[in-house]
């Protein structure tokens, strides 16, 4: 399938080997994983740095293997989440930058488009987590909530 926004066709880059269980080699048990997830959580860590923190520093390859649960599963029964998930932010934060861009040059068409683009994923994106509520119904998406989210 090729990809929506771009003229590039199909998959590329590379995939992680595929493993079914938690390597031996390991050395933190489920407990202390959860205990450093909590930490770094409440020290305002994303659950994606999370993941690259356990993997780089703690050794932990994949933490859903180690503990049979994901970071942002530990995150959310811990009542650590974020209000808004980690993708849609990163994705307001990208519309905030194109819009201060199209405001320093306004004939920039191409990144106009890209504007546009991005903020048809986030609508798709939003709609996609009141279904899953994850968002409330009444939450709505504008360029100022995104600008005052993203400071």
Do not use: C, F
């Not at 994949?62 to 209000?83: C, F, N, R, T, Y």
């Not at 040059?105 to 191409?110: C, I």
């Not at 986030?122 to 939450?139: C, S």
């Amino acid at each position: 399938m090729s990809r929506m926004h771009s003229s590039k066709k199909g998959r590329s880059g590379s995939d992680r080997p595929q493993i079914e269980e938690n390597p031996e080699w390991v050395q933190l048990d489920e407990d202390e994983i959860e205990d450093i997830i909590i930490k770094l959580a409440k020290r305002g860590r994303t659950a994606s740095e999370i993941g690259v923190i356990l993997r780089d520093q703690y050794g932990v390859p994949d933490v859903e293997l180690a503990i049979d649960k994901s970071v942002s599963a530990v995150m959310e029964e811990k009542d650590l989440g974020p209000e808004i998930p980690e993708d849609l932010l990163a994705l307001m934060e990208r519309a905030v930058n194109l819009k201060e861009h199209l405001e320093e040059h306004p004939k920039d068409k191409s990144n106009r488009r890209g504007l546009r683009l991005v903020e048809s994923k986030i609508r798709r994106l939003v709609k996609y987590y009141k279904k899953e509520d994850k968002l409330d119904e009444d939450w709505r998406y504008s360029i100022d909530k995104a600008e005052m989210l993203t400071q």
